[in-house]
């Protein structure tokens, strides 16, 4: 009986920790602070939670101050371009004692990447990919991080990279000051947006393309 009362309490906590945890509390940036960027715009929070990040010249953004995950999680967001003509998401990410950027949006506002992979930026490795993006309209992005591989999605299939790495020193930030967002956070370069709905899902199953190749 013993047993089964334990493992019934085990599964009631994996399926705990595999539910979404809003990152944004929808009053205000409590469990965040706005990045030491010089010239970076205000950053608030409006009546309907949506958290708004004004431009900055160049850059705007905010830093998670609670510890994050560094492996097997999945991030979401939904980021809308309010203004300007470049990236509206720069999400960096921690991966393992590493981090890297997913860029929505830049290098005039269509190059959607990694920054950076084998300290090649978004612009430069093959994982990049140019897109016609449009201000005033939603995008969800989701990412996904686990042993080996990073997967980005956005709009799931508007545009998607997989890259599997055998150490996380191949993944790392871009040279400048994308750094004072490390290791979780949010910025946009001479450009206004939008953010909602971000959350956090811890990942107690792993599905198979979340797997590097060779073990699946």
């Known amino acids: 009986m013993r047993t089964s009362l334990a493992l019934l309490a085990a599964l009631a906590a994996s399926l705990c920790l595999a539910q979404p945890r809003a990152l944004f509390n929808g009053r205000d940036l409590e469990g965040w602070r706005v990045a030491s960027f010089d010239g970076g715009g205000a950053v608030t929070v409006l009546t309907n939670g949506i958290v708004a990040c004004a431009a900055g010249d160049p850059f705007s953004g905010i830093v998670y101050t609670n510890t994050p995950l560094r492996m097997n999680y999945e991030l979401s967001l939904e980021a809308m371009r309010v203004e300007g003509s470049d990236f509206f998401v720069a999400l960096t990410i921690p991966v393992e004692t590493n981090a ?28 990049s990919e140019n897109l016609a993006l449009h201000n005033d309209r939603w995008y969800r992005l989701r990412v996904r991080v686990t042993p080996g591989v990073l997967q980005v999605f956005l709009n799931e299939t508007l545009y998607g990279a997989r890259i599997e790495y055998l150490d996380s020193a191949r993944l790392s930030l871009r040279f400048g000051d994308i750094d004072k967002t490390a290791p979780l956070g949010l910025a946009t370069y001479c450009t206004s947006a939008w953010w909602r709905n971000f959350t956090v899902t811890p990942l107690t199953e792993l599905r198979r393309d979340d797997r590097p190749i060779l073990e699946q």
Request: glycine share 18%; aromatic share 10%; net charge negative.
């Open 100 to 127: 890297c950027t997913v860029i929505i949006g830049g290098w005039g506002g269509n190059l959607c990447g990694v920054s950076s992979v084998d300290y090649l930026d978004a612009s430069e490795n093959q994982w």
